[in-house]
């Protein structure tokens, strides 16, 4: 997957078909769907692919999964109409280079019927379609947790990125939600969601580590959702990602913190540059975007002199 | 460029000598960069500018053609190549150290857990044991002009050390026992500090012959879960490794086992036979799990040690 050019018209086609029809942007979901679309259903995946093409020879991975249980009030119904932008402003910013974007849901393993849709890395409008067929939960337990790690578990053990493997370029993942991770990875929801046979339990931590590997990971909780100002779950989720926990006072302004937030990390821009190319862009949220950001200032990648790379047959084994 | 002024400027910016030449060859460009800007050539007022400015000069012209990376710490110029490693190549850079560049840049997280790895000997092993490992000096993130992203490292040279891959004949058990004292001292140190090495090889363990010194390098492979294995070694691998892709110390004191064992090879006597069998379970629970109280059995097992001179 990944292949394909993000063809302005055809979004707006798309959007003016729903707006024209009188269905939300979520007709899948409103539909009474009770079940993963069969695009975004985890199970029996082997790996979503982000590859390289002629098309699109330096691909940038990023993927963006959000909680659709009921903490979060409206905000999966704001997100899916935003998140659209997405790609249009890295790619007019020049802050990845070819992205690939992978849209999916996480809910609760524990008590939903749908607890994870993942779609795939898309480069045009189809990236659109997988928004509108996520499911929403309405549902999750009030025990402030949802099954982030079994996303996780999923985006580790289930990707595929040609950026990583040829270019040592880490994937961006952002979770958008209210609530923590359940401690482990269960066997029994990994048998039941995504078909895999696992030994025993895996640690949160532990599959962080691993996700760690295939992309950098971060953490959005809008202000706007149920626990959004809920201190021990933000505690947890800095114990486990650090700084890349980012507070989003403006729902509005998510797609521009996704796309400055890549933009630091691909190094195409200091957080400045970043926040004045919104101010130009007539964005009105550079001030939540500055301050959701202001941690993720860091140091510079090492330009300039020829590496000695040596031509070796690699001596490892993947496991 | 015409005067002092602008060449300050110019000479300030650059980053390489390259960058200075205008498309000229490098010893005329340098000279005339010399006129301009010699201390020599400007008048009292500019002397301290000029002075700063000629040193910079200098260097880059030195600099020219070599490989030269500069980070926040410090500025690496790398010389000749020392070693090729399973990923990684390592070249010599001044001051007594050696940059690790992986080949291929889907290493890099092999080389972030080496890093990772000597840090925390670093900063939670016991100093005393430091020795057992090299020191790291930087890890960073290099970029070509392919986009390619590389973990390097930055790690001390340990001179006069050799990797027990180079003995060519079958090891006198009596000149094992201080390898294999050691070597347990060192994992149980790095045990203590919460890492696993997880692949100890024949390529991985360096000898100093003379003062029967020893250290562990290419951390590369410590972590859970275990990413990758030494390809030609993968027969050493216990099997949860191969498995269920954990390592514990017990996985390290398996491989240590094996190891010595194939460095002796059937000269060992039957007692040490035992010992080895002892510690090379396929469950890893059933081996010993604290290298150091196993070391104290090695010992007793030893008896009174004598000093016996190696070389290779």
Known sequence: ?319 | MSTFAEAVVLIERAGTFTELTGGRVAEEAYRSWVKLVHPDAVGTAERATATAIFAKLSRLYAERGATVLRTSHGTYRVGDLVATGDIADLSAVDGGWLVKVPRSPADNDLMAAEAEALQRLRDKGDPKFRPYAPKLIESFVHEGGDRKRRRVTVLERLDGFVPLSRLDRELDWRDAAWMWRRLLTGLGWAHRAGVVHGAVVEEHVLIHPGEHGLALVDWCYSGSPVAAVVKRRRDAYPPEVLKHKTATPATDIYMATGLMTRLVGDGLPAALRRFADGCRYDAPRMRPQDAWRLLGELDELLGPRKFRPFTL
Not at chain 1, 216 to 241: F, T
Request: hydrophobic share 40%; glycine share 12%; with cysteine.
């Open chain 1, 1 to 319: 997957m990944g292949s394909g050019r993000w063809s302005t018209d055809v979004y707006s086609a798309a959007a003016s078909y729903r707006a024209a029809s009188g269905t939300s942007a979520f007709a899948y979901s409103d539909g009474g769907a009770r079940e993963a679309h069969p695009a975004l259903d985890p199970h029996g995946v082997g790996k979503r692919e982000s590859r390289d093409s002629d098309e699109h020879p330096l691909s940038t991975p990023i993927a963006v999964l959000f909680d659709v249980t009921g903490s979060m009030g409206g905000v999966p119904r704001t997100l899916q109409t935003k998140l659209p932008q997405l790609l249009g402003l890295l790619t007019r910013k020049g802050y990845a280079t070819d992205p690939h974007i992978l849209f999916g849901a996480v809910g609760d393993a524990t008590c939903d019927r749908v607890p994870l849709q993942i779609g795939q890395f898309e480069s045009d409008n189809r990236m659109d379609e997988d928004l509108a067929r996520i499911v929403l939960e309405g549902g999750g337990g009030g025990q402030k947790t949802e099954s982030y790690e079994l996303a996780m578990y999923f985006m580790a053990r289930h990707t595929a990125l040609d950026s990583v493997v040829k270019r040592g370029r880490r994937g961006y993942l952002f979770l958008i939600g209210d609530e923590m991770p359940y401690p482990r990875v269960s066997p029994r929801e990994v048998k039941k969601v995504i078909g895999d046979d696992l030994g025993e339990p895996i640690g949160t931590e532990q599959i962080i580590a691993e996700l760690r590997r295939s992309f950098d990971v971060y953490y959005l909780i809008p202000a706007a959702a149920g626990w959004g100002g809920d201190a021990e779950i933000r505690k947890r989720w800095r114990a486990l990602l650090g700084q890349n926990v980012l507070e989003l006072d403006d729902l509005d302004a998510v797609c521009e913190t996704i796309a400055l937030t890549v933009g630091l990390g691909e190094d195409a821009i200091d957080l400045d540059a970043g926040l004045a190319d919104l101010v130009e862009a007539g964005s009105a949220h550079h001030g939540t975007v500055g301050k959701a950001l202001a941690p993720l200032q860091r140091g510079a990648v090492v330009r300039g002199g020829a590496l000695p790379v040596g031509d070796a047959a690699s001596g490892n084994e993947r496991l």
